[in-house]
């Protein structure tokens, strides 16, 4: 991630991970450590059955499509024994397969491919119920612009600029794709087909061109035949 800014720590608020795609794992645990939670990784159902019988974690983030079953049946046990939050992190992306999902007590449910900003406000949203979060890092600026990630509001030079809920996720994405291109069909795919809305390339190029105009900045660039590019330097404080 591009978010930079002072590191968090509450070790009493751990978090599971149990992802075998070893690359994403490492990827979600790097991006977690820096949003200031420890992180233990398990890659199988077995791995994780046995961190839980020997520590405590706050939160569980698992796949469902597992090497050795599915993260559906650790979903069961954990409602069955306590109170701890998780949340699923899938390509099971269908309808039944979310009901299924939240049937078994998840706190969310997360569709592959994701936003890992996305993940982490999603994190910090869920331990702030429990007072873990990382509250006074949940405001992110650059230059005159300021997103309070708690309110999801975005301001101005201390004025609010209202903008839209797809508009508010795509200036997210930007921010954490901060000094990259992103391409159209990126975007697509982590601010609309998460949510399972299919639309057109069209709809990027009306959405970043409102959202230049809310804003009134020149940050986003666009990179002709690549995407788009916001050049600003984001910190995350």
């Known amino acids: 991630m591009s978010v930079t800014g002072e590191r968090y720590e509450n070790k009493d608020m751990k978090i599971l991970l149990l992802e075998d795609d070893k690359s994403l794992n490492r990827g979600i645990t790097l991006t977690l450590e820096k949003a200031g939670y420890q992180v233990d990784s ?79 406000s999603k994190v910090n949203a869920l331990m702030r119920r429990i007072g873990g979060g990382a509250e006074h890092k949940s405001v992110l600026t650059c230059g005159e612009i300021e997103v309070n990630c708690q309110e999801m509001k975005v301001y101005k030079s201390g004025r609010e600029i209202v903008l839209s809920k797809r508009e508010l996720q795509l200036l997210l994405y930007l921010w954490e794709n901060a000094g990259r291109i992103v391409s159209k069909e990126n975007i697509l795919t982590n601010i609309w087909d998460m949510d399972g809305q299919f639309v057109d390339e069209n709809t990027v190029t009306v959405n970043i061109s409102r959202l230049k105009n809310k804003l009134g900045t020149d940050e986003i660039s666009n990179v002709r035949g690549l995407g788009y590019i916001w050049s600003g330097n984001v910190i995350r404080r």
Not at 71 to 93: H, M, P, Q, S, V
């Open 42 to 120: 398990a890659f199988t159902l077995a791995e994780a059955e046995e961190r839980l019988e020997s520590d405590r974690y706050a939160l569980i983030i698992c796949d469902i499509t597992l090497p050795d079953g599915s993260g559906l049946e650790l979903g069961r046990k954990i409602r069955e024994i306590g109170d701890t939050y998780f949340i699923y992190l899938t390509a099971l992306d269908s309808e039944i397969d979310m009901v299924n999902g939240y049937d078994t007590g998840a706190d969310d449910y997360i569709t592959k491919p994701f936003s890992l900003m996305v993940l982490v």
